[in-house]
């Protein structure tokens, strides 16, 4: 079974500054998708950026980029720039590309909470 | 807004009580996936169903069933409730089976005393 990790349960950053969050994940497959998805205080879940895993070049979506290593199974989020809108808690996810049965969920990690300093 | 609408938004009720969540999918989007997140177990699937039919099944309690109907919406009852349900129920969908990005809805907050 997959799993995903997110060692960091807390981390902090000065307002625009820059920091990267990790996510490492545990898998036997070749091909799936990644995923960061932010939770702000509202609680509603938004889909930050996504990853093929087949893609080599890294996503990025505005300020926001990934570091993907396939081989070691490291996902990391870099937020760049950090405004205050950005704290939130950052769930790292992972879903399988095959099709059927239980695939088609997200697993998700512990997550990670961020404070921005102003 | 991700155009994922669940209600309703808060729900409290006593031990042992049904309630039912409601949720309508993005529209065009197919497959509707069910999530409880708690504070002891994070975020978890609990079932997906793809155009009526049900697809996959996660963590769900057999006091647990949902079912989605011919207009795509999507329902979760719970039964039996015990305290340790309490948790925010999401719904999310996605177009199809095959296509990777999922929208969540706000949740259900539902809190059993």
């Known amino acids: 079974a997959q799993t995903v990790t997110q060692s960091q349960p807390e981390m902090s950053v000065q307002e625009a500054e820059t920091v990267t969050l990790s996510c490492t994940y545990d898998?036997?497959?070749?091909?799936?998708?990644l995923f960061w998805y932010k939770q702000p205080p509202s609680r509603q879940m938004i889909l930050v950026i996504r990853?093929?895993?087949?893609?080599?070049q890294n996503a990025t979506e505005n300020r926001f980029s990934v570091n993907f290593q396939k081989a070691a199974k490291s996902f990391s989020l870099k937020i760049s720039d950090s405004q205050l809108g950005d704290a939130a808690m950052y769930f790292c996810?992972?879903?399988?590309?095959?099709?059927?049965?239980?695939?088609?969920?997200?697993?998700f990690g512990k997550g990670t909470k961020l404070s921005v300093k102003p | 807004d991700s155009g994922v609408t669940q209600t309703p938004k808060h729900l409290i009720t006593a031990t042992g009580q049904r309630v039912t969540l409601r949720c309508s999918p993005r529209?065009?989007?197919?497959?509707v996936y069910w999530y409880q997140q708690s504070l002891d177990q994070g975020l978890q699937f609990l079932i997906q169903?793809?155009?009526?039919?049900?697809?996959a099944k996660g963590n769900i309690l057999e006091r647990f069933s949902a079912q989605q109907f011919p207009d795509l919406h999507s329902e979760l009852n719970l039964s039996s409730l015990e305290l340790g349900d309490s948790a925010l129920y999401f719904c999310?969908?996605?177009?199809?089976?095959?296509?990777?990005?999922?929208?969540f809805g706000p949740g259900t907050r539902l809190t059993v005393t």
């Open positions: 999310a969908s996605s177009p199809g089976v095959e296509r990777n990005e999922q929208y």
């Open positions: 898998t036997s497959e070749s091909d799936y998708y």
């Open positions: 990853q093929e895993a087949y893609k080599q």
């Open positions: 996810a992972y879903r399988s590309m095959n099709y059927g049965g239980s695939q088609g969920n997200l697993i």
């Open positions: 529209s065009g989007d197919l497959s």
């Open positions: 169903y793809y155009n009526g039919e049900e697809r």
